[in-house]
């Protein structure tokens, strides 16, 4: 890395004089090109910064070494973007996503203070054993791995949108149905919805210095740095951090992520080595790799299963990982819990089972809420009714919690596949319809992308 060779500090005039002269000086070039991003002397703005040092590169008056090793800093920032996809792959210009405001990262210090909870959230047992023929107190885990709590969440949120003192016994006044549950599906347990209302009355309402973000949000190929600028100072970003506190699945973080659905269009590139090269990769339910492992990867730490793929996976047996590769299992369905965790535990000895506790889930309704608000007053809806999240949108929020980044292969975003999954399937289930919001929630991973919240690396 090159050292910082300009005395003093930039001010408005110099950035501008040098942004909007595509770099010609011999001498403006030097400066740019001899930046140290990480030195506390340099003031100017980390994504001016590496604007400006691009520009420098494209110009191509300085040796090529000298540029490779003053812009290191933003080419990191790039090339681990979507596991290093090239720009070939990924429906966004990497270089406008780095020259934008970078997704925040947590203090080590925010990270020990949240993990000082866990004995105070340890012994928060609320009572939510309402599932008929249950019994039990299973409400207070939140990532549990084996009896351990494992991921700290500060007092959240319930799914009304109200503050709570770290209860989440407000998801057991919702409406429910009765459902055949568990490994014989003979037993009837009360489902409870995650949400029972329809989205406020929000009118389209683009403000003043928004354009770019309003046609990066119909456009992905549109998101350019400007965009990126006006999403980083939405209201509704801070919501979002503040829900999602960082935690730790024991002790656990992750530099970079993966969330890998079963969307048809993964077939159009192989984007399988690049999946691989993350830290963590999730998976959705039961899905086999097979054939398609060039173009989804190998690689599986987590899979996230809903009820009907848990019965598949820990009754009948079904999981492609089976025994001997150990990943985690993370469930989030509400009913028969107790009887799922055992069947889980008995047939996968080697696998830890976690479940998302009612608590946590009564945030992630929170953020969705507030991000299909943010969507609707940007012209997008009316979006559908919704009873419960689906699979991804669980285990994306999720991941927003323990990872640095987040990259986001085979999830609907800007338009829906020929084929819904590259599996075989067509369309989505009836029911599957009936409890789930698809195209609210694909409005939301656009946000949380023009956010730098999550990047989204196929459509």
């Not at 930039?10 to 030097?30: E, P």
């Not at 006006?230 to 503040?242: C, H, P, T």
């Amino acid at each position: 890395m090159a050292s910082f060779s300009y005395f003093g500090k930039w001010d408005a005039s110099d950035a501008k004089r040098v942004y909007g002269s595509t770099v010609h000086s011999s001498r403006n070039l030097t400066k740019v090109l001899s930046w140290d991003l990480r030195s506390p002397a340099n003031s100017i703005p980390r994504r001016v910064a590496c604007s400006l040092q691009t520009r420098a590169m494209a110009s191509g008056r300085l040796a090529l070494v000298v540029a490779v090793l003053s812009c290191a800093s933003c080419a990191a920032r790039a090339s681990s973007v979507c596991g290093g996809a090239p720009q070939t792959m990924v429906p966004f210009d990497l270089e406008a996503h780095a020259s934008g405001p970078p997704r925040p990262t947590w203090k080590q210090a925010e990270r020990r203070a949240l993990q000082e909870l866990a004995s105070w959230n340890a012994t928060d047992t609320e009572d939510e054993g309402e599932d008929e023929g249950d019994g039990e107190d299973e409400g207070w885990w939140e990532w549990e791995d084996r009896g351990r709590h494992d991921l700290v969440m500060e007092p959240g949120y319930l799914g009304n949108g109200s503050e709570v003192a770290g209860t989440g016994r407000a998801l057991l006044r919702m409406p429910y149905e009765k459902k055949r549950v568990g490994c014989a599906r003979k037993r009837l347990a009360r489902v409870y919805y995650e949400n029972d209302s329809g989205d406020p009355a929000v009118k389209k309402n683009v403000l003043d210095g928004e354009a770019k973000l309003a046609a990066c949000l119909e456009d992905l190929q549109k998101c350019d740095q400007e965009a990126y600028g006006q999403a980083s100072s939405l209201g509704v970003r801070k919501k979002v951090r503040e829900l999602f506190k960082p935690g730790s699945v024991s002790g656990r973080h992750y530099k970079t992520c993966a969330i890998v659905g079963n969307a048809g269009h993964m077939t159009k590139q192989k984007f399988g080595k690049y999946i691989d090269n993350h830290d963590l990769v999730l998976r959705f339910n039961t899905q086999a790799l097979g054939k398609y492992k060039a173009n989804v990867g190998s690689k599986v730490t987590m899979r996230i299963l809903n009820n009907f793929n848990t019965i598949m996976a820990c009754c009948r047996g079904r999981l492609p990982e089976g025994k001997r590769r150990k990943i985690d299992m993370v469930l989030w369905f509400p009913a028969a819990r107790r009887e799922m965790r055992r069947a889980c535990e008995k047939k996968f000895p080697n696998h830890k089972v976690h479940f998302l506790s009612r608590r946590f889930i009564g945030k992630e309704v929170a953020v969705m809420k507030e991000l299909r608000k943010e969507g609707l007053r940007f012209g997008f809806g009316p979006f559908g009714g919704w009873k419960q999240l689906t699979s991804g949108a669980h285990g994306l929020m999720m991941l927003l919690t323990i990872c640095d980044q987040v990259s986001v292969y085979g999830i609907t975003t800007y338009r829906q596949s020929k084929n819904d999954q590259y599996g075989g399937r067509n369309k989505k289930t009836l029911n599957g319809n009936r409890w789930h919001d698809w195209k609210g929630e694909s409005v939301v991973w656009r946000l949380l992308h023009a956010m730098k919240e999550i990047n989204i690396c196929s459509v």
